[in-house]
């Protein structure tokens, strides 16, 4: 079974952002990138399927500027076969991601596409639905644990209160959870390893899909900024400022 993962290249978790001050979006300009978390533990499960004897060949793609070369090279670090980079220097919104994922599902035939749950620079938590859409296959989102089995595969989900789990046939989408591994560190001879792994590059034009974006962006905010905490002398200063400040008694 072929598995093709999408990855895509967002600020580091490690980076504090902000505002742009006309609060069109976030400052991007100079900050380090590095692999969504999330497409990092679906490189990571495709490699442990790929490990276990259940996936034949991993295909990385990542949809975007230049920047996605470093997210390919780290999954192929990882253990990905080959890469995919759809260049583009226009914003990638998630149904023009789809639609380009959909097109090369269609030339390459995965049984299994693995992406992350959600991006962490948009947080839409759009594009596996969208592609299971598309395709009009199965889907299996937010999983904690994937287990093949001789009809498909089972996808354990986290769901409000519990856990929830799918049999679902193949060829599907799945969308990788935080719980549904720990990934790798590349190791410096894979990444030197890496750099010979095929690495073809195509465009949206050359695959037939309009990157003309469907969303707005009215405004991005900073969050409000927390009060400082103050210590109360005893328990009846705190009911008194509960009640009165607080009005939560
Ligand atoms: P989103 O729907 O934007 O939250 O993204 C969900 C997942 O879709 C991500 O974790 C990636 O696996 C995949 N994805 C989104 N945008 C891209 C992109 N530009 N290139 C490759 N994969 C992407």
Not at 50 to 55: D, I, L, P, V
Request: aromatic share 2%; charged share 25%.
């Amino acid at each position: 079974m072929k598995i093709l993962v999408a990855v895509k290249p967002v600020v580091d978790p490690n980076v504090k952002i902000r505002v742009k001050p006309d609060g069109a979006g976030v400052e991007t300009a100079g900050l380090k990138l590095s692999m969504n978390p999330f497409d990092e533990i679906a490189v990571e499960e495709a490699v442990r399927l790929k490990e276990k004897g259940s996936a034949g060949e991993i295909v990385a793609v990542s949809i975007g500027a230049a920047a996605c070369l470093e997210s390919l090279r780290f999954a192929l670090a990882i253990g990905a076969d080959r890469a995919i980079h759809v260049k583009c220097d226009e914003e990638a919104q998630p149904l023009a991601v789809a639609k380009i994922l959909a097109r090369i599902v269609a030339d390459e035939a995965p049984g299994l596409v693995l992406l992350g749950k959600q991006a962490i620079d948009d947080d839409c938590n759009q594009t596996g639905q969208m592609l299971a859409g598309l395709l009009d296959w199965p889907q299996g989102t937010f999983a904690s644990k994937i287990e093949p089995t001789a009809e498909g595969i089972e996808v354990t989900r986290e769901i409000d209160g519990g856990l929830e789990t799918l049999a679902l046939t193949l060829p599907a989408v799945v969308t990788a959870d935080l719980r549904l591994n720990t990934p790798r560190y590349a190791s410096l001879p894979n990444i030197m390893k890496a750099k010979k792994k095929p690495l073809a590059t195509t465009t949206p034009a050359e695959l037939g899909v309009d990157m003309a974006p469907r969303l707005v962006t009215l405004k991005v905010e900073e969050p409000a900024r927390r009060e400082a905490g103050v210590i109360v002398a005893n328990v009846a200063a705190l009911i008194e400022k509960l009640r009165n400040e607080a009005k939560v008694l």
